[in-house]
């Protein structure tokens, strides 16, 4: 084993997103491999404890405790998942104990359930060891139903649950418990090398759940009869508790750098969060100090995607505010169009608009209007789905939306007959708006890139911005919280969730000058650019994590002849 290597590179691989989870397989794959501690020469062979698992047995069978077990078969080399030291012993589970299952008394008996008697199922098996269950069986129900309680140190296991696609849940119980259907149990025949078993599955999980797992038509559940009839690796009791004692001290360690990590997150996010609340309320003075000292501290503060996303979100928000940009008061206001011109046939929802633009204070000299008033024209696209064709017109689906970016690398195309169709209300042209209004990706615009010639699938509108608005502020504007917020809050539909035609045109716009709507443009667009580094910088760094992660993993786990043909290299 060479994990002095991997502590060493620890701090380098500390922020990669599963670091300490793959930590904690790596060590209980050491520990069902036998590397985790030496093998010592004076802990006895392992036959020993075989004897006594046999004496065990038989006794337990002469005493009619159990049933007498069928003959084993011999252990073929094919049947071993993992290469284990020549001093262990490979067993056939149903030679280490006997595995049984539970079952649900009638729950239509009041009197079977609310006694004092455990009973677990699989909600109940989250812990190395369990004393309690959710619900409790009465002496009664005991008594009246085929249900057996098992003595302590016995090993529950979730034998049936959509879980068993992840992991394979074992618990230890501490005191005696019965169990429900969808649950086996390992009682052992000798005491004391339960949590060794335990140990033993958890390593081997990625084994059992690839060949003693089937997927039913709901849930995946064991293959019982195969499980009980897998070898499974034994080291001497000696070496067991060693492993056990060294596989809980390292576990703590996991912990605590758990701890540590999820302390150090925390303190990030409050930095961050502090950065960002400074270019919330700027001054005339301070603001582009403050502007500089959150752009300079937010590299060294974003780690994970979720806040380059929040920072995103953050420099929207501030540039429908007027708070991303200083004003300056030579600026002329917009002469927006008269409300006459738009009233009678927009068809908006006055108290979407009424109430929403009572929540944004605003600059003096911006103005905020509803959207319609802004627009030339806001079309819905047909509702039809379209004939697709391997070549033709591109028609753009909800899925190419990106917040201020159309993803045109996997076009559809329709035919220049559906084409026309599909353009009757208003052909996009370059700088109108792509907005969706329904499903998965509701309120996201992007602008039609110049040159490009397309009509609109399914749940999209168009926006064509009028005189006064600049195309890329209002791009601006409906990405962010602000009308996203609105939008979330107004949405019908249920399952398939939309915002009515008549709420998108009552959106709140601010608007200010047009010079300044320039600056915010390109000031947001500086600070996007920022942020596309910011993310590509992460990205490259969790790779590299990650791909020192797995190669000292597998330097860890590759056989001594191995790295030493690599170290001789």
């Not at 299952?101 to 812990?127: C, E, H, Q, Y």
């Not at 020192?548 to 290299?569: F, H, I, N, S």
């Amino acid at each position: 084993m060479n994990a002095e290597r991997l502590l060493t590179h620890y701090e380098r691989i500390a922020d990669e997103p599963d670091a300490i989870a793959r930590l904690r397989r790596f060590i209980l794959d050491l520990a069902v491999r036998g590397k985790l501690v030496p093998q010592d020469a004076g802990d006895g062979p392992v036959s020993e404890l075989l004897k006594r698992i046999a004496k065990e047995k038989a006794r337990l069978v002469k005493a009619g405790e159990i049933r007498k077990p069928a003959r084993s078969t011999p252990i073929r080399d094919d049947e071993l998942p993992i290469s284990v030291p020549k001093t262990w012993a490979w067993v056939r589970l149903h030679e280490i104990g006997v595995i049984s299952g539970g079952m649900t008394p009638s729950m239509n008996r009041s009197d079977f359930w609310g006694g004092n008697i455990v009973w677990l199922s699989p909600k109940d098996v989250k812990a190395d060891e369990v004393s309690d269950s959710e619900l409790k069986i009465t002496t009664k129900g005991l008594k009246e139903t085929r249900l057996e309680t098992y003595r302590s140190g016995s090993l529950f296991m979730v034998a049936r649950s959509g879980i068993l696609k992840r992991i394979f849940p074992v618990s230890i119980n501490r005191v005696p418990a019965a169990a429900n259907q969808d649950m086996k149990v390992l009682v052992p025949f000798l005491h004391g090398h339960e949590r060794y078993l335990q140990i033993m599955f958890r390593g081997l999980t990625d084994f059992i759940l690839r060949e003693l797992v089937k997927t039913g038509t709901t849930v995946q559940s064991l293959k019982y009869s195969e499980f009980e009839q897998q070898p499974f690796p034994l080291p001497p009791l000696a070496e067991q508790h060693r492993i056990v004692t060294k596989v809980d001290e390292l576990m703590a360690l996991c912990d605590r750098l758990e701890a540590t990590r999820a302390e150090r997150e925390s303190l990030r996010d409050r930095l961050a969060a502090a950065s960002l609340a400074r270019l919330n309320a700027p001054g005339t003075k301070t603001f582009q100090a403050d502007t500089h000292f959150a752009l300079k501290a937010l590299p060294a503060l974003t780690t994970r995607p979720d806040q380059i996303k929040q920072l995103r979100q953050m420099i929207l928000d501030l540039a429908v505010r007027g708070k991303l940009v200083p004003q300056d008061p030579t600026d002329k206001a917009v002469r927006l169009p008269p409300p006459r011109q738009f009233a009678a046939a927009s068809g908006i929802d006055d108290e979407v608009f009424e109430q929403s633009r009572e929540s944004i204070a605003l600059p003096s000299g911006w103005q905020i209007a509803p959207l319609a008033r802004l627009s030339e024209h806001i079309v819905d696209c047909p509702h039809t789905t379209p004939k697709w064709t391997d070549h033709g017109e591109i028609c753009i689906r909800t899925n190419q939306l990106r917040a201020r970016s159309l993803d045109l690398t996997q076009p559809r195309y329709v035919s220049p007959e559906t084409y026309l169709e599909r353009i009757d209300r208003l052909e996009p042209r370059a700088d109108d708006i792509l907005y969706s209004r329904e499903g998965g990706i509701l309120g996201i615009a992007c602008r039609v890139p110049k040159g490009t010639r397309l009509c609109l699938g399914q749940r999209l509108m168009l926006i064509r911005v009028g005189a006064g608005t600049r195309a890329d502020f209002l791009e601006i504007v409906l990405n962010s919280p602000f009308i996203t917020n609105i939008a979330k809050a107004r949405t019908t539909g249920g399952a398939a969730p939309r915002v009515n035609m008549s709420t998108v045109r009552a959106y709140p716009i601010p608007v200010p000058p047009l010079v300044e709507q320039r600056r915010i443009v390109a000031r947001a667009d500086e600070l996007m650019v920022l942020c596309d580094r910011l993310e590509a910088s992460l990205n490259d760094s969790d790779d590299t994590r990650r791909r020192l992660l797995d190669a000292l993993l597998a330097e860890a786990l590759a056989p001594e002849d191995v790295r030493e043909t690599e170290a001789a290299k």
